[in-house]
């Protein structure tokens, strides 16, 4: 098994993720490598908590233009996690 802080990059904070913490569902950046167990894996041992379902999905970069310079944002893959009941996260508390 991979370690987990290897898996889990970052947590994503936005309006939309923090409205989804109502329903106990954390967004976070992970490895473009990563599957729904590793994600599962290292979410339950990083923070202690019971994982219910894992949904993952892969970010396609957007095209940017800076002055003159077309190019484009990176593609990363976001996972969503749903917890079990009673379960939270402090991270965002």
Do not use: C
């Amino acid at each position: 098994m991979k370690d987990p802080r290897e898996v889990i990059i970052r947590p994503v904070i936005t309006e939309h993720s923090y409205d989804q913490m109502e329903g106990n569902t954390f967004t976070f950046e992970v490895a473009k490598d990563a599957n729904k167990v590793e994600i599962r894996q290292a979410i339950e041992a990083i923070f202690d908590v019971t994982v219910v379902k894992v949904n993952t999905l892969n970010v396609k970069p957007k095209p940017k233009r800076v002055r003159y310079q077309l190019g484009k944002t990176r593609t990363w893959k976001k996972a969503m996690v749903t917890l079990k009941e009673g379960d939270t996260i402090e991270l965002f508390a």
